[in-house]
Nanobody, 124 residues
Framework: QVQLVESGGGLVQAGGSLRLSCVASGRTFSGYGMGWFRQAPGKEREFVATINWSGASAYYTDSVKGRFTISRDNAKNTVYLQMHSLKPEDTAVYYC?????????????????WGQGTQVTVSS
């Protein structure tokens, strides 16, 4: 069992930055591929970014490429999502997830554990 706790969300103006953190506990963190997803009101949960077990490989959805960076610190059991140049359309609840695979994982259904989410609101 893996427990995930996100933090770092908040209210920011368009063009601003936020860094989300997700701390994992319960199992060997480095054995999991990690991802960030988001869900806006009235919309389905969508993939944002994923990173493999070592941090050497990452993949992003097109709408955040060049603005968001996913990273991880296995010594701290933490995965991060650095977000720059935020837009109102980035407003959503952001979720951290862990998959029992060492690679990058895009599909929501491949993730085994989820955090409770953290709200990001970008004002125009």
């Amino acid at each position: 069992q893996v427990q995930l706790v996100e933090s770092g969300g908040g209210l920011v103006q368009a063009g601003g930055s936020l860094r989300l953190s997700c701390v994992a506990s319960g199992r060997t963190f480095s054995g999991y591929g990690m991802g960030w997803f988001r869900q806006a009101p009235g919309k389905e949960r969508e993939f944002v970014a994923t990173i493999n077990w070592s941090g050497a490989s990452a993949y992003y959805t097109d709408s955040v490429k060049g603005r968001f960076t996913i990273s991880r610190d296995n010594a701290k059991n933490t995965v991060y999502l650095q977000m720059h140049s935020l837009k109102p359309e980035d407003t959503a609840v952001y979720y951290c997830a862990a998959a029992r695979t060492v690679g990058v994982v895009v599909a929501t259904t491949m993730y085994d554990y989820w955090g409770q989410g953290t709200q990001v609101t970008v004002s125009s």
